[in-house]
């Protein structure tokens, strides 16, 4: 029997946030953050961000979250103190990585503000110690005296300007540093900066990541629908990964999933199987030599040849009913596959599985087809969703 439900604080918190910042002018603001060096932030997926802060806090010695921020319908943010940007690369669960080179709470919503985004950008004290970092996550990455660089300006909230308007008054305050010969250069730059608006809050940061950690290096083959790599990531870092794992993934798609899982750390076995031979056969480019052992089979998910209690983690992403199959077809299908995997799961054992199924898990969860142990709401890009954590007595 799988434990009985606590709705997960965090993500209840999140989203009361994301609605207070929809609600207008008399919605709550969050405390402003304390700003100082060895300050970072990570970007998410939307509802992510607490499973990327929790990774950080468990991989990297002395790191520490110190606050969350969300741009609606477009990012979550952990912003968490590390003590050295050499040991950033391990992060799995992030889409990018960001140092924070300045930071200004109380910035008004009116036109007059833009004069003090503009010198908060030129005044921004630590763009050097971001730049520093930069090279150390991203190695033979460019730090010279001239530098190109580009602004992605994004905003949250009311205000009174444009987004253009916020991004040329960034712009205009880079220009006029005087730590590096800077040049605006939209397609070749040097340097990203990301200026970040949400509310009364201005964030200037220094990408210190590149393509490379969104897109990763294993993706040779793609299928449609895959998950994200840092998602997939996000549903093994809740698995709770230990070296004696035996990992099924019944919806293995192209392998996204039990590839993140091998990096989270080490593990007995890892099966992944599908009724989908194209998506076998992605998977299995995917894997190549690596990642062993690893077993792919063709199987059906509601008769999973494996023996009761062989597997004691079961991580995957339901089939949603959208380009594979349908809504009418999962209200049959999930008990079955629940039942499945109820009976191969080891007592004890962990299940984490994705679904944008939110309302009939909630009716499974109602009539005690599922009793997850925490659950947090997230969104793909763009569509609501959610991740079920089960834990077997």
């Not at 603001?29 to 990774?55: C, D, M, S």
């Not at 540093?177 to 809050?201: N, Q």
């Not at 919806?251 to 992944?272: K, V």
Request: proline letters at 5%; hydrophobic letters at 40%; a positive charge.
């Amino acid at each position: 029997m799988i434990s009985a439900r606590q709705t997960d604080r965090h993500a209840g918190r999140d989203r009361k946030a994301a609605l207070n910042r929809k609600a207008g002018p008399e919605r709550a603001q969050p405390h402003p953050i304390r700003f100082g060096p060895n300050l970072y932030i990570a970007h998410t997926q939307p509802g992510f961000e607490g499973i990327a802060a929790e990774e950080i806090a468990g991989r990297i010695r002395g790191a520490r979250e110190i606050a969350r921020r969300v741009v609606p319908d477009r990012a979550g943010m952990t912003i968490f103190f590390a003590p050295a940007a050499e040991k950033l690369g391990v992060i799995r669960t992030a889409e990018d990585l960001f140092g924070l080179a300045g930071y200004r709470a109380g910035v008004g919503p009116e036109s007059a503000a833009l004069d003090k985004i503009r010198g908060a950008a030129r005044e921004a004290p630590l763009v050097e110690a971001a730049l520093a970092a930069r090279v150390k996550v991203s190695p033979g990455t460019r730090a010279g005296r001239r530098l190109k660089f580009r602004v992605i300006a994004r905003m949250a909230g009311e205000h009174e300007f444009r987004r253009v308007d916020f991004q040329r008054a960034v712009e205009r305050g880079i220009l006029e540093r005087g730590d590096h010969t800077w040049r605006l250069e939209e397609e070749d730059a040097d340097v990203e900066f990301w200026a970040t608006m949400i509310d009364a809050e201005f964030f200037l940061t220094v990408r210190l990541s590149d393509d490379r950690m969104r897109h990763r290096e294993y993706k040779a083959a793609h299928r449609p629908a895959s998950l994200r790599a840092s998602s997939a990531a996000a549903l093994g870092w809740l698995s709770e990964p230990r070296e004696d794992d035996v990992v099924l993934d019944p919806f293995c798609g192209a392998g996204t999933i039990l590839i993140e899982r091998a990096h989270l750390g080490r593990y007995a076995m890892l099966i992944g199987s599908d009724r989908d031979h194209a998506a076998l056969a992605a998977a299995r480019i995917n894997v190549g030599a690596r990642y062993k052992p690893i077993q792919l089979e063709n199987w059906d998910a509601g008769a999973i040849p494996l023996g009761d209690a062989s597997v004691n983690k079961i991580v995957t992403n339901l089939p949603w009913g959208l380009r594979y199959g349908s809504h009418g077809e999962n209200r049959k299908l999930y008990p079955r596959w629940f039942r499945e995997f109820t009976r191969v799961l080891k007592s004890g054992g962990v299940m984490v599985m994705l679904t944008a199924e939110w309302r009939l898990m909630r009716e499974l969860e109602r009539i005690r087809k599922i009793a997850p142990s925490r659950i947090i709401r997230v969104s793909v890009l763009g569509r609501p969703a959610a991740i079920y954590v089960c834990r077997k007595e």
